[in-house]
């Protein structure tokens, strides 16, 4: 270990040495590249957190930069080097999508793409990459706290102790919820439409026959954005991971030179290539293509939706009964129109909830969280266009079938929060005492200019 090590410091070129340190800020300027730190034996170099610094989510951080993120890489790299040893592994899929969320928040954030790669000093391309390998790493952090705390409990005797000598404006603040209803109707496309889709869908796969890169073909066409950057490559998932219509047809692969036939799904349309399978799960890539929906078709189903309510609203039939029967939304028509908020629970698992804080709503659809701001309990909506979570365009009317007021916690009224946050407590408590037990059996060697530090673990320098 101690020989990789220097060949790293060697490689590098460390002249730290040959100037007298003043501040972390003004050495950053000064040298291109070093090792800042080593931890174990893996090297942190100032480029990585010069590259940290840079991202606009850390634009609020606390302390001095210098300090805090290589500490917090430093910590990282304990969790890694475990999650190694422990097979931890997350999949592409989920990477790809968690980059292309945080891509669309960075440009949001910026103003535009142009801006972001101004800020970033880098191309689209290199962000995406600088992404990926900074997610996958976080990721399996993730997954190895996860792993860490898995057996930690909390009894409902422990919150209401925790709880109890609390004066109230030390209780969370919980923000107002949301229960929605909603009644939804998919815009008529024509059989051309679709016609057209299939036939380019099939162009490609005999193009692919003819030796050009399914990839290729891809990255240039598929609509799926999470993964036409990595040559429509979902990574390796389960049956259960995918649309059952899509998992259906992917499965039955047997060799990574086909190509599937066209493939309906809830996200529209695909041909699909195998990449590689490990016991039940499988690698594939895909292209995807959506049909055009036209403007005269959207009117004819927002003016169907604008006929329904009054309905409703003459109680003709309840809106409930008009989900359940005329709604066309298969994630909700089964649950009277009642939609449900699926999020982590205070065991760390998934939980399903029907409440929604407005952020929550928010994220899942601007559109309707727009439409809910504005409406009272037992309101019908007028119908209004959006973008469901399966990417399609759909025309909806809503109601609210309850709204809860931001208040403050309690046992009675809101104690899975409660306990999530007890739970929490006793979960951070393990992880502290897992990092300050491995501080005392990792090698760490921090540059000297790079110590005068008021770390949060002090066991980094003896």
Known sequence: MMKRIAGILVILILHSLLFTPHSLAQQANNVIDEVIWVVGDEAILKSDVESMRRDPSWSQIKGNPYCVIPEQLA??????????????????????????????????????????????????????????????????????????????????????????????????????????????????????????????????????????????????????????????????????????????????????????????????????????????????????????????????????LDSIADDIRAEKFTFEDGCTFISQDKDTRNNHGLMTNQKRGPDGGLMQTSRFEMSELANLSPELARVVDTLQVGQISSPFQMTNRHMKTVCTIAKVKNRIPAHRASISEDFQVLREIVLNKKRAEVIDEWIRNKQKNTYVRINEAWRDCDFEYPGWVE
Request: proline letters at 4%; zero cysteines; aromatic letters at 6%.
């Open 75 to 304: 910590i990282q790299k304990l969790f890694l080097h475990q999650a190694a040893i422990d097979s931890i592994e997350v999949t592409d899929a989920q990477i790809n999508n968690y980059v292309e969320q945080r891509i669309n928040d960075l440009v949001l954030t910026a103003g535009s793409k142009e801006k972001l790669e101004e800020y970033m000093s880098m191309s689209m391309t290199q962000i995406r990459e600088e992404l990926r390998e900074r997610y996958k790493d976080e990721m399996t952090v993730i997954r190895m706290r996860e792993k860490l705390t898995e057996d930690v409990k909390v009894t409902p005797a422990e919150v209401r102790r925790y709880f109890k000598d609390l004066p109230e404006d030390s209780l969370p603040l919980i923000p107002t919820q949301v229960e929605v209803e909603v009644l939804v109707l998919q815009p008529r496309i024509p059989e051309e439409e679709i016609a057209r889709i299939k036939e380019e869908l099939r162009g490609y796969t005999e193009r692919i026959n003819n030796g050009m890169s399914f990839s290729t073909l891809a990255i240039l066409y598929s609509e799926d954005t999470a993964s036409k950057t990595q040559g429509g490559e979902l990574g390796y998932m389960g049956r259960g991971e995918l649309d059952p219509a899509f998992a259906n047809v992917a499965f039955s692969l047997t060799d990574p030179k086909k190509v599937s036939k066209v493939v309906e799904s809830e996200f529209g349309f695909h041909i699909i290539q195998l990449v590689d399978k490990r016991g039940d799960k499988a690698n594939f890539r895909h292209i995807l293509r959506r049909p055009n929906v036209a403007q005269s078709d959207i009117n004819a189903s927002l003016l169907r």
